[in-house]
């Protein structure tokens, strides 16, 4: 039985990353549920080497410790499930309509709302811990050039101004049973995630990943959590990591 996600929240002013001040304590010994909560981050870090913009009170910055007993491959699904419950109190205690894009991002009308970051650290091919990183634009109205309109944030999609704390609030308690699922009925989380996502089946996608680029349509994930994709010849890849590009929503066949 896993310890409450959010039992202990530490709070800080500003850090690096709430990641690397969650990694630290989970290395010292901090129990699972630990949440890690910051104003701002300097060096806040998204998936592929990308920084994650963390302005001062504009954002939810929040790390969990996780000690899971479960194999590497696991962390896949806990990075599907938080994902899955950020969509879900979105769209359910904040009445907009959220989106998931393989494997971590949540949009809506088409703009990254949130990101996920698991790290994991290893030991004999278990997980010793994983600290799932969650960053949410809650309040900005403006973002850096580099980003620009691919981003949006509740502010902007609700006019509500809702304090980053009262989202993490909401957050916690539909989290709880996303990763109690992650570990006990992976499928349960793989067929949520499917219906929470638009473009998880029948959408013609473009995967870049580093052996390269493919085209194709989507069919769901596997049972790791992979996305499946069907290439023109009709052969199905299962791809394990990359940035997806929708390019047209619900084909046929
Ligand atoms: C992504 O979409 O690339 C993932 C972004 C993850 C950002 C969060 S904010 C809280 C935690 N601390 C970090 O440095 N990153 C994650």
Redesign the pocket.
């Known amino acids: 039985m896993s310890s409450k996600l959010g039992s202990t929240v530490l709070r800080f002013d500003s850090v690096s990353?709430?990641?690397?001040v969650a990694k630290e304590l989970a290395a010292s010994g901090a129990i699972e549920g630990v949440c890690v909560i910051a104003r701002e981050?300097t060096?806040?870090?998204?998936?592929?080497g990308?920084s994650?913009s963390?302005p001062p009170g504009e954002g939810l910055?929040?790390?969990l410790i996780l000690r899971p007993n479960v194999a590497i491959a696991a962390s896949a699904i806990i990075t599907l499930a938080a994902a899955g419950a950020v969509a879900e109190t979105l769209r359910l205690d904040f009445q907009t309509a959220a989106d998931i894009k393989w494997p971590?991002?949540v949009l809506v009308r088409g703009r990254?709302i949130c990101?996920?970051?698991v790290e994991a650290a290893i030991e004999s091919d278990r997980l010793q811990y994983a600290v799932m990183?969650?960053?949410v634009n809650i309040a900005q109205r403006y973002f850096p050039e580099q980003i620009g309109a691919g981003a949006t944030s509740l502010l902007l999609e609700t006019g509500r101004e809702i304090p980053p704390e009262d989202f993490a609030e909401s957050l916690l308690p539909r989290l709880e049973p996303w990763y109690a699922e992650a570990i006990s009925r992976p499928d349960h989380v793989i067929a949520k995630w499917e219906e929470l996502s638009s473009s998880a089946r029948d959408c013609r996608v473009c995967v870049k990943s580093s052996d390269g680029e493919v085209e194709g349509v989507t069919r769901g994930l596997s049972a790791s959590g992979a996305l499946i994709v069907e290439l023109a010849a009709g052969e199905r890849r299962e791809i394990v990591s990359g940035e997806v590009k929708v390019r047209a929503v619900r084909i046929e066949g």
């Open positions: 990353s709430t990641n690397d981050q060096a806040g870090r998204g998936r592929q990308r994650w963390s910055y929040l790390s971590n991002d990254k990101g996920v970051l990183g969650i960053g």
